[in-house]
């Protein structure tokens, strides 16, 4: 039981389209995360927000526009992506960024892009 | 730069042992954590270590060496459910987690 949901679980685009990620985590947590996942490469961090203020972004390329509205939601909002931006989109929330324990971050179950 | 070396994929047999190694390298280090994630679905943590030493839970144990930049995952008894991914993430000064590719554990009865 992970406590945080994504929509959709899976996603098929052109490259044309428009469409929004969604991430909502019922842990009462601080902090929020999105991640890209390929396969057999490690987890790629994409955005942190840490109070609703984001406080990382790891040279996304602005086709990736990540919105928080508040701390128990996340929206990665995607527009003419590349079929190489096909992957795993997975959300995460942890407590703190600040060390320790509390920055253990829970994970949901991803959405699976892909970009034709 | 930092890095987080594990191995690709490992085999054990149902109800033996098997250690999962994991070495770091980060700017700082605030601990590291380990993760299964089975096919197709979130990962799900499984320890944290910031001390020297071994932390058991369970069936499965994780060992940190601080001054080596090392750890290790054990789990023992293994059973068919066990057939997963397991990352090994380090979280470095600017408390982000540096994750590696991940090791795929294949149990074999």
């Known amino acids: 039981e992970t406590g945080v949901t994504q929509t959709p679980r899976h996603l098929v685009m052109g490259m044309t389209n428009k469409k929004s990620l969604k991430c909502e985590q019922h842990?009462?947590?601080?902090?929020m995360y999105w991640y890209k996942q390929s396969a057999k490469k490690p987890l790629e961090l994409m955005f942190v927000?840490?109070?609703?203020?984001?406080?990382e972004n790891n040279s996304v390329p602005s086709r990736f526009s990540p919105e928080c509205p508040n701390s128990s939601h996340l929206f990665l909002h995607l527009h003419t992506l590349q079929p190489e931006d096909s992957a795993l989109y997975l959300c995460?929330?942890?407590?703190?960024?600040?060390?320790?324990?509390?920055?253990?971050?829970?994970f949901g179950p991803g959405t699976r892009l892909t970009v034709l | 730069g930092q890095n987080i070396d594990q191995p690709t994929e490992m085999t054990a047999t149902e109800g033996a042992i098997v250690q999962i190694n994991c070495t770091y390298q980060?700017?700082?280090?605030?601990?590291l954590f380990w993760y299964q994630q089975h096919a197709g679905e979130a990962p799900t943590f499984l320890s944290y270590?910031?001390l020297d030493g071994l932390e058991e839970k369970g069936r499965f144990s994780s060992f940190l060496s601080r001054s080596k930049g090392y750890s290790y995952l054990l789990l023992k008894e293994l059973q068919m459910k066990d057939s997963a991914s397991y990352l090994c993430?380090?979280?470095?000064?600017?408390?982000?987690?540096?994750w590696g590719a991940g090791t795929k554990l294949i149990i074999k009865p």
């Open positions: 995460a929330s942890s407590q703190g960024t600040s060390g320790g324990p509390t920055d253990t971050q829970y």
């Open positions: 842990l009462g947590h601080n902090a």
């Open positions: 927000y840490n109070f609703k203020e984001q406080t």
């Open positions: 980060t700017s700082g280090f605030n601990g």
């Open positions: 270590n910031v």
């Open positions: 993430a380090g979280l470095d000064s600017n408390y982000q987690l540096i």
